[in-house]
């Protein structure tokens, strides 16, 4: 009972610090060396430097800044764009074909960058004004592109899945290719919902009276799009085809992706001066973000865990709930309040060293965990009061948010759908890890 109070008090302590308004990653760091200061070795502080020492020069922390880079580079110079109007104009003859190509988009873009905000700004910037001009309701154009984005924290590469396999020490190249199929279910799920609602419903899409139906590039030749195209479905090919055959670790083919999007940005002469500079400072930006975050959560995990806190509740679990599964859906309500609130990266880094030991110890696959967790962390992008991806969308396109809101409650079904399914046929998710072995 002594753990289980100061776990409690842990608690409570951490929610007044993030309460007031500091920012999470030197929140977990502060209450992790405050913790150590107060109930362990002080001496354990020089552990810590080697820790976070060893963690911020290693192999596997240096895939987080290649493939931001790497996606930096193609946003930039506006590769997502021509992705959408390419797609957009090969699908023009399916109802609601716009808000089909943004959600193609996003998973196409999502291969390439790994982060569900910056896929759903990237994306959104360009679709959503274009269904708006073209009669799309609000609430279809931003909900379709909120979740859209969504699969940017799913489909590999994963900036959530790195930071799961660091925290758990799960293999990254087996949780990413575990996100694939998940991540591919998910999107045609959405897919098949955008064109029954917009046959079931005439108001979401209402086309203004003086347009005559065509694209104003729609006489543009297959040839020429695929040109456009190719460099980048190439390259997304080409990374996942060295993650799944071996032939490169995680890092390697992070690197990889780098030169790789170097290049055709030089071939298709879009490497500016400018697209130079923006790429490198958003690039630092995002990583030194994601690396405080991380940083914060090592310290506060070598606290909990010499601590002895995870193992003890994990005794206390297992013992007050021998059916597994109920203790799963209690970790996952969990997740889902917190999304509300808090982004991913953040839930992980504080959650997963007090809940991933009891489930693991219940039986439950540490990749097939990560992937179940992921889609928890995905619907808290889209989750009000602070879904990430609702205000990030907001600043963008100026859609009201009620209207974003109101377009993503079906997506938050489909979303949570999804968990039940993998759920049910775990083998989704652990076909290509297992076939990995």
């Known amino acids: 009972m002594g753990s289980l109070t100061t776990i409690v008090i842990i608690f409570i302590i951490l929610i007044a610090i993030l309460f007031i308004g500091t920012p999470i990653g030197m929140g977990i760091g502060f209450l992790g060396v405050m913790g150590i200061l107060l109930f362990l070795k002080p001496s354990l502080l020089q552990q ?62 999502s291969a390439l960058c790994g982060s569900a905000p910056a896929t759903a700004v990237t994306i959104g910037r360009i679709s959503i004004p274009t269904m708006l001009k073209k009669g799309y309701s609000p609430r279809l154009a931003g909900g379709t592109q909120a979740a859209g984005g969504n699969l940017g924290i799913l489909i590999p590469p994963s900036i959530n899945f790195i930071i799961y396999g660091v925290i758990t020490e799960t293999s990254i190249v087996k949780l990413f290719m575990a996100g694939v199929f998940p991540g591919i279910m998910i999107a045609c799920i959405m897919i098949a919902y955008v064109i029954i609602r917009s046959q079931i419903d005439p108001n979401m899409i209402i086309p203004p009276k003086d347009d005559d139906g065509e694209d104003q590039k729609s006489g543009v030749s297959l040839g020429f799009d695929i040109i456009t195209i190719l460099p980048i479905i190439a390259l997304i090919a080409v990374i996942f085809i060295v993650l799944y ?46 690396l405080f975050l991380m940083f914060g959560g090592l310290v506060f995990a070598l606290f909990l865990t010499v601590q002895g806190l995870p193992q ?108 039940v399914i993998i759920s049910i046929l775990p083998q989704i998710a652990l076909f290509l890890p297992n076939s990995m072995s």
């Open 48 to 109: 810590l430097c080697a820790i976070t020492f060893n963690q911020s020069t290693s192999v596997t922390t240096l895939m987080i800044p290649l493939f931001i880079l790497m996606a930096e580079f193609l946003a930039n110079s506006n590769m997502a764009g021509d992705l959408f109007e390419v797609i957009n104009r090969r699908l023009k003859k399916l109802p609601a074909n716009m808000a089909i190509a943004s959600i193609i988009t996003s998973a196409l873009f």
């Open 312 to 419: 003890d509740l994990s005794e206390i679990v297992i013992n007050a709930s021998p059916n597994r599964w109920v203790t799963f859906i209690v970790v996952n309500v969990i997740f889902l309040i917190l999304g509300c609130f808090m982004e991913p990266l953040s839930i992980m880094l504080i959650v997963l060293p007090f809940t991933f030991p009891f489930l693991k110890a219940q039986g439950f696959d540490p990749i097939w965990l990560g992937v179940i967790l992921t889609i928890n962390c995905a619907i808290g992008m889209i989750t009000p009061p602070v879904g990430m991806n609702l205000f990030v969308l907001r600043g963008a396109t100026g859609i009201k948010m009620a209207e974003i809101i109101r377009g993503v409650v079906p997506y938050i079904i489909i979303f949570a759908t999804a968990i």
């Open 245 to 290: 055959s071996g032939i490169a670790t995680a890092t390697e083919s992070a690197a990889i992706g780098v030169i790789g999007a170097v290049f055709v940005v030089f071939i298709q002469k879009r490497m500016t001066l400018n697209v130079f500079k923006k790429t490198l400072l958003q690039a630092t930006s995002t990583t030194c973000m994601i």
